[in-house]
């Protein structure tokens, strides 16, 4: 197991995407996980369900953008393990609306959760990390960093792109710890939200555009997070891995 002995928070682990299929993918290679999100009544669920399939798992209820409880997190964490080695800052929201439609409580939400989440969580975790001389943390972006999207994301965009900024930010301060920082650009991830968003031909033709004409499964990407956390990609740090089979080409 590449994970024995190791500690992971996912945050957002406790909803049917990316979060949980990585939460889960973490305990079945050996790591002790939390699984974080805001809704307190699943993230229970899921923490139980790990723990009846043997896993070591904590349910804990966390708003990233609120700094008490990310404290709380990381607190209660180490209470419970008593160290912490990996971070998923999974965290996202999203409203679509044109800009001029976009108010300012949107745009707020959206930061806030994406770009204050990832801060304060990282920030939260690394003196834990320092003191360990390690840690490896993984951010989701999203390709819609990179592209101009005309569907009405302008937040979400400008969230996705200051999230690369603050990995590689992440990756340069914590080198000298043996800490590394990398993001995952997913490119469509098909779920319940998506397909209430789109219209069914809308979200097939984002899928078509992959050079496998479909979205990813979320256990593809928790794939990609597993990579990033494990030793076996101990030189790597600072990177964004676009994971949308050529939905879009990043620079
Ligand atoms: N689904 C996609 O197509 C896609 C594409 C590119 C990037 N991403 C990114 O991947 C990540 C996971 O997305 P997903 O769609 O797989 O969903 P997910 O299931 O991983 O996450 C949804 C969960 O987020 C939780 N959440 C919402 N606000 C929160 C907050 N403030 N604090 C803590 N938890 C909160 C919800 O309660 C829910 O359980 C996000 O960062 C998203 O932006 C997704």
Not at 37 to 52: G, I, P, W
Not at 84 to 107: S, Y
Not at 173 to 198: D, F, W
Request: aromatic letters at 6%.
């Amino acid at each position: 197991m590449k994970l024995a002995g190791k500690v992971g928070i996912v945050t957002a682990s406790a909803g049917v995407g990316i979060g949980q299929a990585t939460v889960r993918a973490l305990a079945r290679e050996g790591a002790s996980v939390v699984v974080s999100d805001v809704h307190e009544r699943r993230a229970k669920e899921v923490s139980e369900s790990l723990k009846a399939e043997g896993y070591k798992a904590i349910g804990i209820v966390c708003d990233v953008s609120k700094w008490d409880q990310v404290e709380s997190m990381v607190k209660q964490t180490l209470d419970a393990f008593g160290r912490i080695d990996i971070l998923v800052n999974n965290a996202a929201r999203e409203i679509i609306a044109p800009i001029v439609d976009t108010t300012e409580e949107n745009w707020d939400l959206i930061m806030n959760v994406c770009v204050k989440g990832t801060f304060f969580c990282t920030k939260a975790v690394l003196p834990t990390m320092i003191s360990q001389k390690s840690g490896a943390i993984v951010n989701m972006a999203s390709v819609d960093a990179y592209i101009g999207n005309p569907i009405g994301e302008c937040a979400y965009c400008s969230a996705k792109a200051g999230i690369t900024g603050f990995t590689r930010v992440t990756a340069a301060e914590g080198a000298q710890h043996n800490i590394r920082a990398n993001a995952i650009a997913p490119g469509v991830v098909p779920n319940p939200y998506l397909e209430k968003v789109y219209p069914k031909e809308v979200l097939q033709e984002m899928e078509n555009m992959s050079l496998f004409k479909r979205g990813a499964r979320p256990e593809e990407i928790a794939n990609i997070v597993l990579f990033l956390v494990s030793d076996e990609a101990s030189y790597v740090t600072g990177v964004v891995i676009n994971a949308s089979a050529g939905l879009y080409w990043s620079p």
